[in-house]
């Protein structure tokens, strides 16, 4: 059985995403069904969002996951990710407390964290634009400037760079 994802951030996510365009009609619908503490199918999300990624394009879904994921710091916080630190430091924990039973392939690891840089990998079937924009998004929710945030394939996976002051 493939995870789950809580429907507060898959609403926070996708809800953006298809705010942004008229061509999902059926989507936005699903999507305001949802109830925030209820969870979804994890497959449905991937589907939809790279549906969704195709029809916005690298750029908006980046925008809109940097703006999601700092609207949505509250719900790691609460979950005792409450500091760079922790986030960061263990970012794999962090997708797991989001979705449920999240495949091993859909995580992003943390590989190295110093206290104004960070090394990510994932194998994901997550779009690096969306992974980069949350990155991002966390790091801006905690009041850090972000000075560097990219991905760079690495044998088959994703590795990511971040850096902050």
Do not use: C
């Amino acid at each position: 059985m493939s995870g789950e994802i809580q429907g507060a951030w898959f609403k926070a996510i996708l809800g953006s995403m298809t705010a942004a365009s008229s061509r999902f009609p059926a989507h936005q619908r699903t999507i305001n069904s949802m109830q925030d503490e209820t969870w979804y199918a994890w497959e449905d999300y991937l589907r939809m969002l790279g549906e969704l990624h195709v029809a916005l394009g690298d750029r908006a879904v980046e925008a809109i996951a940097q703006r999601s994921a700092m609207r949505t710091l509250p719900i790691a916080r609460s979950r005792g990710f409450d500091s760079v630190e922790k986030v960061f430091g263990d970012f794999d924990a962090v997708m797991r407390s989001l979705v449920r039973d999240l495949p091993t392939e859909d995580s992003a690891r943390t590989v190295a964290f110093m206290p104004l840089a960070a090394e990510l990998e994932s194998g994901s079937r997550l779009p690096a634009p969306l992974l980069l924009g949350t990155f991002r998004g966390f790091l801006m929710g905690f009041g850090k400037i972000v000075t560097e945030a990219k991905m760079t394939p690495r044998h088959g996976l994703r590795r990511y760079s971040l850096k902050w002051m």
